[in-house]
């Protein structure tokens, strides 16, 4: 039983370390996403994403991902460990390729 336990533990644990990267095919749009979006990146809690979201309306779209040092929280350690999951997309104005 103590095991099945240890087991069920550590898969448990692969399975919340491996998520955003099963997840993460998909890059998060910084621009975009919702307070519940960003928290799917590992190392973006609710009270990081709300001060991205936050910055976002008060400042408007980023330009790029790097503008996340300013957000109130991020500095470059963390954004070195949540860049490869983000992305900074359309920003106001920016017209689509496809039109």
Known sequence: MKLRAV???FF???MIVTAPAIAGDQM???NTATV???QVVSGIGEKT???I???RDEFGAF??????VHVKGIGEKKLAGIRKFLQA??????QNQLD
């Open 28 to 30: 998060v749009d910084i």
């Open 53 to 55: 979201v936050a910055y």
């Open 49 to 51: 994403a709300m001060a």
């Open 89 to 94: 997309g359309k920003q106001d104005g920016e």
């Open 12 to 14: 448990l644990a692969m």
């Open 7 to 9: 087991m069920a533990s």
């Open 63 to 68: 330009k790029s991902v790097d503008e996340l």
């Open 36 to 38: 519940e979006q960003l």
